[in-house]
């Protein structure tokens, strides 16, 4: 009785750690579509089309590379980021057969990088992250990136003050 019970605890204890790493991968960048989408070769040699989750990548999310000047850097943005490393996979979310989630990358999450930097703001209509809000909290009160511009702004410094 008591051994099995013993092996009941012991395998309640291991569940949660094997479910938790069902949803990750490892893999390099295949391709980049556009700035919100990239193709990931896994390590099995597979294929797979993830959707960032996380950064606002704008009106031009959905549209090529090659679309616009905009989309253009934001691209190559990506690429200079994972090009060349091995990347782990995070998949968060399925629908259909479009994956969504994020991508580690040098033991950073991409998202938390490029909204922490400056380039993009959150998607809180996707993602009310607490690590992204205060990264892209940072990036505005540290005028990183798009925020540069607002270097000097009144309510920019008054509500990095907390006023």
């Known amino acids: 009785m008591f051994n099995r019970t013993k092996s009941i605890v012991i395998a309640m204890c291991f569940i949660p750690f094997l479910s938790a790493y069902g949803n990750e991968f490892f893999g390099e960048l295949h391709d980049v579509e556009n700035p919100g989408e990239v ?7 597979n294929l797979m089309r993830l959707k960032l989750l996380g950064p606002d990548f704008g009106k031009s999310r959905e549209e090529t590379c090659e679309t616009n000047r905009s989309n253009e850097s934001a691209c190559e943005l990506l690429r200079e980021k994972l090009a060349g490393n091995q990347l782990g996979i995070i998949v968060e979310e399925v629908e259909g057969e479009t994956m969504y ?39 505005r009160c540290n005028y990183r990136g798009m925020w540069a511009k607002w270097r000097g702004n009144y309510e920019i410094a008054k509500s990095c003050a907390g006023w």
Do not use: C, M, P
Request: hydrophobic share 35%; no cysteine; aromatic share 4%.
């Open 101 to 139: 989630g994020d991508i580690v990358v040098n033991r950073k999450a991409l998202s938390l990088s490029l909204i922490r930097e400056g380039y993009y703001q959150v998607d809180t209509d996707h993602n009310r992250s607490h690590a992204l809000l205060e990264a892209e909290q940072e990036a």
């Open 39 to 45: 193709v990931l070769k896994l390590e099995s040699g």
